[in-house]
Each structure stands twice: as structure tokens, then as C-alpha cells.
């Protein structure tokens, strides 16, 4: 139940007051910035206290951040790795405010933009996501309560491929459909992945040819706000994953784009029910997709 927009925009000021929440324009901060190797999933109060991981006052936690804490967050295993933020549902809503956020790409990234509106949205269900039709449904969804909730002030969208397997050339043609928005927005993430590896699994050069594409993709969009996503862990984790990713990351270093580590965060979430099919993960996982996100594009200082 969305409430109503300006009802809402005085309950965000309340619920914000004695914080500076803010949009950093890209290309953003990079706390879950490159590949971060490995990490561990923590959930409880207690463990996630002991462990130092995140910022947050336990006592002022709201809806999304209870979840989260019960539920499971990721923490990179890496040497004095930085505490971040749980974002509440309206510190998130304060830092997009009048901003344009798009996401696009396959599948997996659907996942994680629903990830993203269930913060937006108040809204920390664990409906499994059990094929694309559910998807597509919740995806609907969302962009309705979209409307409900911004109006014209913020837009957040999801900008689908018109073709069935997403590689380089189906990516080329959904940008030119929507060059004018993707050249207004504030931030652009996408991936290509898990699609062009099956396209091109017998491929000697994939590997090769991949980076290839990248780099040109990098060239041709060097104007738009551009933050790359790693692909998933995948069913089995394969070395051409890995080196897939590796490669994606330095290639987008090389041309100063952001780029979040989405591959260990999912492979790190062994729990039983962190995903129903190998591949596309619980929406608790797809949450904490978000977090990482939102780390990198927002700051909030008390």
C-alpha cells in the first residue's frame, strides 16, 4: 500500500531529521568498489555486532533494516574492509529523491532492481521468484507503485533488452531505443554476463572477444553515467566465470567505471535458502544487491 506522495514526503523529513542523506553523483564512492574475492554471509544481531560490520544504531532500525539483520547480510573478507550502511526504506527513498535511476541488462539484474524497490518500497517480502512470468508480474508491479510513490519528481526504471539472449549487439540496440533517457540519467547499471557466455560457451576466444566488446561498449558510452555489474554466481562456480568477471572488472577500471562485485556476494550465500534454482537468489539476496548499491551512490551523515 503506497501512501499518498506528499503525505509521504513529511513522514521522509520526520523519519530524517538529525541526518545528512545524500546523492553522490557519479561516479559515486566506491566501497564495494572491484572484485572482492570472498566473503561471508552473517545474520543476528549478536554476530553481526561482534563482527563489526555495518554502521548502523540497532535501536533505530526501521522495517527493511530488521529484515535485513534477520535475514542475512554480506561481508567482504577483506582486510580492514570499511563498515557500511543498512539503508532504510526512507533514508534510500531521501538519497533518489529527484533523481533518474536506471538499471538494465538480464534476468538477474531484474532481480536486483526488484531488490531495490522492495527498500524503496517498505516492502521486505521473501515471495519466491519461481519463474519469469512472476517476475515480469512483480515487475509491473513495481513500476506502478513507482508512479504512486514519485510521481514525476524521481525516476527509477528498468530498461528491458528487445531481444532474447542479452549480448553486445542486443545491448547496442536497447541503447539507441533509449538513448535520451539513458543520457539524463544520474546513474545507469547493467550487466552482460551469464547470456553471453551461454551464446558463446564454444567459443575458444569468448574470454577474448568478450573483453573486446566491453571495451568498445566502454568507448562508444563513455558520456553516460555507467556502473557495471559482475554477473552472478551461477549454479557451480567455472574458472571462465571468473575470469569473465576479473577481466570486466579491470576493463571498467581502465575507463574509470564503477563497478559492484555482484558474482561473490552471491556465491558466498551458501544457505540453503539463498536461491530455489542455483541461479536467480531470494529476494533477501537481492536486497542486499541493492545495499551494495546504494552504499555507492548515497551517503548519510548524523
Known amino acids: 500500500n503506497i501512501i499518498d506522495n506528499t503525505f509521504y514526503s513529511i513522514k521522509r523529513k520526520l523519519s530524517n531529521k538529525n541526518k545528512t542523506i545524500k546523492f553522490i553523483p557519479w561516479p559515486h564512492q566506491q566501497i564495494f568498489q572491484g572484485f572482492l574475492k570472498n566473503g561471508t554471509w552473517l545474520a543476528g544481531q549478536s554476530t553481526i555486532t561482534s563482527n563489526k560490520v555495518i554502521d548502523n544504531d540497532f535501536n533505530k532500525m526501521d522495517n527493511i533494516q530488521t529484515h535485513a539483520i534477520k535475514e542475512g547480510i554480506f561481508r567482504p573478507s577483506i582486510k580492514n574492509f570499511p563498515k557500511y550502511h543498512i539503508f532504510s ?17 538480464d534476468s538477474y539484474m531484474v532481480q536486483m532492481f526488484i531488490g531495490f524497490a522492495d527498500i524503496l518500497l517498505d516492502q521486505p517480502v521473501n515471495d519466491e521468484i519461481i519463474s519469469g512470468k512472476m517476475r515480469n508480474d512483480i515487475f509491473k508491479e513495481v513500476l506502478e507503485s513507482f508512479k504512486k510513490l514519485f510521481g514525476s519528481k524521481t525516476k527509477i526504471d ?15 540496440e536497447a541503447m539507441a531505443a533509449d538513448l535520451a533517457m539513458l543520457n539524463e540519467a544520474d546513474v545507469f547499471i547493467t550487466n552482460i554476463a551469464i547470456h553471453y557466455k551461454a551464446l558463446h560457451i564454444n567459443d575458444p576466444n569468448m574470454i577474448e572477444n568478450y ?46 567505471i564503477p563497478f559492484i562485485d555482484v558474482y561473490t556476494l552471491t556465491d558466498s550465500c551458501n544457505w540453503s535458502n539463498c536461491s530455489s534454482d542455483g541461479g536467480h537468489r531470494a529476494r533477501f539476496v537481492n536486497r542486499m544487491k541493492a545495499q551494495m548499491f546504494l552504499n555507492n551512490i ?4 548524523y
Open 211 to 256: 573483453s573486446k566488446e566491453l571495451q568498445d561498449y566502454f568507448v562508444k558510452y563513455k558520456d553516460m553515467k555507467i556502473t557495471w555489474a559482475s554477473g552472478p554466481s551461477y549454479h557451480k562456480p567455472t574458472a571462465s566465470s571468473t575470469i569473465l568477471n576479473l577481466n570486466s572488472m579491470d576493463i571498467a577500471a581502465k575507463n574509470g
Open 298 to 301: 548515497c551517503s548519510i551523515d
Open 158 to 172: 528498468f530498461l528491458y533488452y528487445h531481444c532474447h539472449l542479452e549480448d553486445f549487439v542486443c545491448a547496442h
Open 89 to 105: 526504506s526512507d533514508e534510500a527513498n531521501s538519497c533518489v529523491y529527484g533523481r533518474t535511476i536506471l538499471f538494465s541488462g
